[in-house]
């Protein structure tokens, strides 16, 4: 399997197929999972992310991100639907995902 990440200008939901995905947010986490040649890449793009937040250097994320604690709060609740099938159909961009 080749996975692809796709850089936009800001982080974007992208669906393909009527399948919601997000473009690559480069974060922490996203940036310590490339292989060094990969980060050293992106670093000349957006020379910003070595000095300064990634917020500040790229943008927000596309779409809120729940904490641990968020989750495990909703989890308890019974509050976590997962979006799959008949539902996922009919989604459109516009429509959150929360």
């Avoid at 200008?9 to 480069?26: A, D, G, K, M, T």
């Avoid at 500040?56 to 709060?73: D, F, I, N, Q, W």
């Amino acid at each position: 399997m080749k996975y692809c990440h796709l850089l936009t200008e800001q982080h974007e939901i992208l669906v393909s197929n009527r399948i919601p995905s997000e473009s690559f947010y480069p974060g922490s986490q996203a940036l310590n999972i490339l292989e060094n040649r990969d980060r050293q890449r992106l670093l000349s793009l957006l020379p910003g992310l070595a000095q300064s937040s990634v917020e500040h250097a790229y943008g927000l994320r596309a779409r809120r991100v729940l904490s641990r604690k968020e989750v495990r709060s909703l989890h308890k609740e019974n509050a976590l639907t997962a979006v799959s099938g008949p539902a996922l159909s009919n989604w459109k961009p516009e429509q959150s995902l929360l």
